[in-house]
């Protein structure tokens, strides 16, 4: 299983950017569909983006299309989000996911987690 470390998170004003990144360990990473995920205090964890193996395709929650964009780069074996017009509804502890599954937004379909990142969001 990979084992993965999540970063980049902070405090921010609305309007402002962060870009998170997610660092994995092992040979098997080229082979993963990746995926952030957040979770706010109270809340259940949600889906927010999703990058193939190969990085050819992306797909994002609706509330952050146009705003945040997803990465990766396998022979770093490391994945991103770049979060651009960040809002106060954004705030919440990001983690990134390994799947061997496409086109799922269930955190149960992701068998490794990081340990999160808290990022947060002033009005």
């Known amino acids: 299983q990979m084992q993965l470390v999540e970063s980049g998170g902070g405090l921010v004003q609305a309007g402002g950017s962060l870009r998170l990144s997610c660092a994995a360990s092992g040979r098997t990473f080229s082979s993963y569909n990746m995926g952030w995920f957040r979770q706010a205090p109270g809340k259940e964890r949600e889906f927010v983006a999703a990058i193939r193996w190969n990085g050819r395709n992306t797909y994002y929650v609706d509330s952050v299309k146009g705003r945040f964009t997803i990465s990766r780069d396998n022979a770093k074996n490391t994945v991103n989000l770049q979060m651009n017009s960040l809002k106060p509804e954004d705030t919440a502890v990001y983690y990134c996911?390994?799947?061997?599954?496409?086109?799922?937004?269930?955190?149960?379909?992701?068998?490794?987690w990081g340990q999160g990142t808290q990022v947060t969001v002033s009005s």
């Open positions: 996911g390994a799947s061997l599954s496409w086109f799922v937004v269930q955190p149960n379909e992701y068998n490794s």
